[in-house]
């Protein structure tokens, strides 16, 4: 232990003030307070791989409208439930310009940031029918909508996608939904963490299952775009952002301006539903919550109870991003291509050194380089590489808690910045020649 760069009893103090039988266990802000705890008490500046903060600046087409949206009063008014007028439209623009799909504004609305909207999703799809009272989570993903659901006290159930891609994934998700109590499905794409992507062949299978089981799919598009392996910048253009809104109406779409347009600080986001899905009616929703449609029902019970709408001033910043990438002033993935090249280079150095990839492969095509990796250490699990790494001052999360059934973290690559690469290099080598004492 007298090998490593932090010494081990800093390490296990802090630790053990988080009273958890294993770092497994440990939520993503908890491993963010124990990187914290550690480096200030250690002195040590940590690279931080554990929160997927953006590490770029916020585009200044938001920060000019937002400070004039407030120059011109709003902050006094408040906004409408189901957005403003520009959001609104800017972001149906957005949808058809770069994912090729057709609706109406008037389903595309504000959320305080995309949480919120798979909160209030969550909430709805609960009180469609009486007899499906379960999400279904394809993993690994999102850890937080799973605490999501523990709050609220729903059920839901999950499978790691690991086993079951391309054509096998219609066989595993058919096992859950012919049970007749899942209510939803949910995934990322890309995917947080492991950074794979749907292909339209897993897309189409999705879809089809969801008209056949009458369920409705929420596809998080946090990171929109950003599988750089295909050029998704241009609006109107060939390749569009893959999306299940292709196969089936049964589906919301969650979209961030937090690392699209590095807006994370102000909390804004978009969910957008199926023209077809808003308008439905459900007898259990009239029942309930005294209001049939599901549009209505998600606005105007669901979000209105968790907010009177979505900052004024935030909705006019993210209007104004989207009509910049809309209007082809600005290319949004241009500057995103940075994460792309730290972890190429992240890749490398933890390559270099006995690591290995978890989810290395898109089927038959390695997987692309993004906001996020996995990685893995021969004869470690998860937990254990985590407090390992530790003392060499590099925070991560588990894969546990993604709800993958693969042992190893997820690394982001936001906060690393260019000038901490020769320094995570070091600590990566000197790791690496130490590794026997956690064996």
């Known amino acids: 232990m007298n090998h490593t760069l932090i010494d081990h009893d800093i390490v296990k103090r802090n630790i053990d003030k988080l009273q958890l039988k294993n770092l497994s266990e440990a939520s993503i802000r908890e491993i963010v307070l124990l990187a914290n705890n550690i480096q200030k008490e250690s002195g040590i500046p940590f690279i931080r791989m554990e929160m997927g903060i953006p590490g770029i600046p916020a585009l200044d087409e938001g920060v000019k409208a937002q400070i004039d949206a407030l120059k011109e009063g709003v902050a006094s008014q408040y906004p409408a439930i189901d957005g403003v007028e520009p959001f609104k439209q800017e972001s149906q623009r957005f949808i058809k310009n770069f994912l090729n799909i057709e609706l109406s504004s008037e389903n595309c609305i504000p959320t305080v940031g995309a949480m919120q909207g798979t909160y209030a999703a969550f909430l709805t799809c609960n009180q469609l029918d009486k007899t499906k009272d379960t999400t279904l989570f394809i993993d690994p993903g999102f850890p937080v909508q799973k605490q999501q659901h523990m709050v609220m006290g729903h059920k839901y159930e999950s499978f790691d996608v690991y086993e079951h891609r391309g054509e096998k994934l219609y066989k595993k998700l058919e096992s859950y939904l012919s049970k007749g109590n899942i209510h939803s499905i949910i995934y990322s794409n890309p995917n947080n963490p492991s950074w794979i992507c749907m292909t339209?062949?897993?897309?189409?299978?999705?879809?089809?299952?969801?008209?056949?089981?009458?369920?409705?799919?929420?596809?998080?598009?946090?990171?929109?775009?950003?599988?750089?392996?295909?050029?998704?910048?241009?609006?109107?253009?060939?390749?569009?952002?893959?999306?299940?809104?292709n196969y089936t109406d049964n589906y919301i779409l969650f979209i961030s301006s937090s690392k699209i347009f590095s807006y994370a600080g102000e909390r804004i986001g978009m969910i957008a539903i199926s023209d077809k899905l808003a308008e439905r009616n459900y007898p259990e929703l009239q029942n309930r919550w005294n209001i049939p449609s599901f549009g209505a029902a998600l606005v105007y019970r669901a979000l209105y109870s968790l907010s009177s709408g979505t900052s004024h001033s935030a909705q006019r910043a993210m209007a104004a991003m989207l009509k910049s990438a809309n209007d082809k002033k600005i290319n949004f993935l241009d500057n995103l291509d940075e994460y792309r090249h730290r972890a190429s280079v992240m890749k490398s150095i933890f390559l270099n050194n006995?690591?290995?990839?978890?989810?290395?492969?898109?089927?038959?095509?390695?997987?692309?380089?993004?906001?996020?990796?996995?990685?893995?250490?021969?004869?470690?699990?998860?937990?254990?590489?985590?407090?390992?790494?530790?003392?060499?001052?590099?925070?991560?999360?588990?894969?546990?808690?993604?709800?993958s059934n693969q042992q190893g973290l997820r690394a982001c690559?936001?906060?690393?910045?260019?000038?901490?690469?020769?320094?995570?290099?070091?600590?990566?080598?000197?790791?690496?020649?130490?590794?026997?004492?956690?064996?």
């Not at 897993?202 to 599988?227: P, R, S, W």
């Not at 998860?382 to 390992?388: I, K, N, S």
């Not at 320094?423 to 026997?436: A, D, G």
């Open 200 to 245: 339209e062949e897993e897309l189409k299978i999705i879809g089809t299952l969801a008209n056949k089981y009458d369920v409705v799919v929420l596809e998080d598009l946090a990171y929109f775009g950003m599988d750089f392996r295909h050029a998704y910048g241009s609006p109107k253009e060939k390749p569009f952002q893959p999306t299940v809104a």
């Open 354 to 403: 006995g690591f290995e990839l978890v989810y290395d492969k898109d089927i038959d095509q390695e997987i692309g380089d993004g906001f996020y990796f996995t990685i893995c250490y021969p004869k470690m699990d998860g937990a254990t590489l985590l407090e390992a790494l530790l003392h060499f001052g590099i925070s991560a999360i588990t894969l546990d808690n993604t709800g």
């Open 413 to 439: 690559v936001s906060h690393v910045n260019r000038d901490q690469l020769e320094t995570l290099q070091q600590r990566i080598e000197k790791f690496q020649s130490q590794y026997q004492q956690w064996m």
